[in-house]
């Protein structure tokens, strides 16, 4: 996607990740995908990118539905705002606000499937 950048890293057990924030703004580079090699970035590294609106499933013509979704069915996973370096830019926080950003810890771009939950908030509605 353009203008991706890297949001954080990947920490905690499989059955409960969570994103370790970076506290600056680093671009996706191949130096940066080959740095988690053997292991493929996705599973290690979440990613932040503009939102593409229409050309996203997730996006309805004016709200991205994932975010809904994320507000809607998983918990909150911290007591404060974590340590965001997209918050200005951020299309789930615009949206959704605070509520957004209390659960976004637990999202990684590789969460366990096994999760029933996890599978319907990442799942674009038909």
Not at 14 to 19: D, G, N
Not at 74 to 88: D, F, G
Request: charged share 25%; with cysteine.
């Amino acid at each position: 996607m353009q203008d991706a950048q890297l949001l954080g890293v990947v920490s905690g057990p499989p059955e409960a990740p969570r994103l370790a924030y970076l506290n600056a703004r680093l671009p996706v580079s191949d130096a940066l995908l080959k740095a988690a090699e053997p292991v493929p970035a996705i599973k290690v590294m979440r990613f932040a990118a503009r939102c593409e609106e229409q050309k996203c499933t997730h996006f309805d013509g004016s709200n991205c539905t994932l975010a809904q979704r994320v507000v809607s069915m998983l918990p909150e996973v911290t007591e404060m705002l974590p340590p965001c370096v997209i918050r200005s830019t951020c299309r789930w926080y615009r949206q959704e606000g605070r509520a957004a950003c209390m659960r976004c810890p637990q999202i990684v771009t590789l969460a366990d499937m096994g999760d029933e939950t996890k599978r319907r908030v990442a799942q674009p509605e038909s």
